[in-house]
């Protein structure tokens, strides 16, 4: 793998070296790296001494002369540079699992990487945390870490993640508010195996670390069509006693919010701000519906637009309410219509109500037949930095079966590009 460059950042030193995609950094003052973390480690300091490898195979070396802080404007291929620690367990709820085969590779990499965690926010389950990683992690200060935890009975813990290690949770839990090291946790809720009762004792345990735990991220089970005979472990989906169950044993705990979605299948109304505190777990749906809204009204909207124009929101299903709602005030606008369209998963199957999972040909099936100007959709219903849905068509192709202008909400937490897109029709 190596510390390999991928591109180089406009006016920066890694420019003026003319490094290219395709290069290697070999080693930092005579030291090879391991990861992001060694790099951003060595970087902090005024001489530096770089063997790079070039794409033509060629090794050479630079002495480069820098402010402290200042960083050379590389763009590796991976934050790691040796091989990406691997996921031992076989969660009987595993996504990657409930998947058809012919997908994107990377749709179906199973890391569990204390370092991507660290870096950018990737759950692990400490099952295979060795006590080098621990010692590296102590010895660093690094953290916060985010941490799939679901549930700390040794036992329950086991059989869901259906490794022998994965009893020693709590253990390392411990050991992490030992060592002043902070994380959130997730809980991935399989009704009839960690919720209720079982729920209770997670988060109380979770309580007696105290501020060592930023935040407890409670996340709905998915299960996809894909599972079908294969669901030997009878998981099933949470309805809307579950959700409200959850709802009320979360409520007892400090610092533990459950995802959107268990307040949509309670029907209840997505909590005010003041209930996801720092909203920590944004990529779990943990209030990004309220995010959104509270966003949204901030926002300044023109009285009139110049012409008659009509956009659509293709949207998840889990997002269908929000939208309703802001379709409602952009609809006063004189001359816009405005129109939402949830995207029915026929891919994954009904239960599966997320944007990220939205595949080209359910978004095509959904808007072929509309009128519009243009449909908006979030990116995150594409691979990041690209235009690639998740069954590998782009959104060229679905411009093309759609005959459909599109427009990318980039910033998915916020409307502002669709309002100042309004504003310059």
Known sequence: MGATVNSVIKNSIAEELELQKGDEILSVDGIKMQDMIDYNFYMKSELITLEIKKANGEIEEYEIEKDYDEDLGIVFESAVFDKVKPCLNHCIFCFVDQQPKGLRNTLYIKDDDYRLSYLQGTYITMTNLKDEDKDRIKRMHLGPFYISVHTTNPELRVKMLRNPNAGKAL?????????????????????????????????????KLKTTVLSVAIVPVGITQFRGENNLNNLRQVDKKCAEETIEIASKYKR????????????????????????????????SLRLTLDDFYKLKLPKKISKPYKIVFACSYAAKQMFEEISLKLNKIKNLTVEI???????????????????????IRTVKDLQCNIVVIPSIMLRPYTEDFL????????????????LVQKNIYSLKEVVEFINNI
């Open 171 to 207: 253990d390392n839990l411990q050991w992490f508010r030992k060592n002043k090291i902070p994380f959130h946790a997730q809980i991935v809720l399989c009704p009839g195996y960690n919720d209720g009762a079982e729920l209770d004792r997670t988060l109380s345990d979770l309580a």
């Open 256 to 287: 533990v919010c459950c995802s959107d979605e268990f307040f949509l299948l309670a029907e209840k109304p997505v909590p005010k701000a003041k209930y996801y505190g720092n909203f920590c777990q944004l990529d779990d749906g943990v209030g």
């Open 341 to 363: 369209a949830p995207v029915k998963s026929e891919y994954w199957g009904k239960d599966i109500t997320v944007a990220g999972l939205i595949t080209s040909d359910d978004l």
């Open 391 to 406: 069954d590998g068509n782009n959104l060229s192709y679905v411009k093309q079966q759609t005959k459909k202008e599109f």
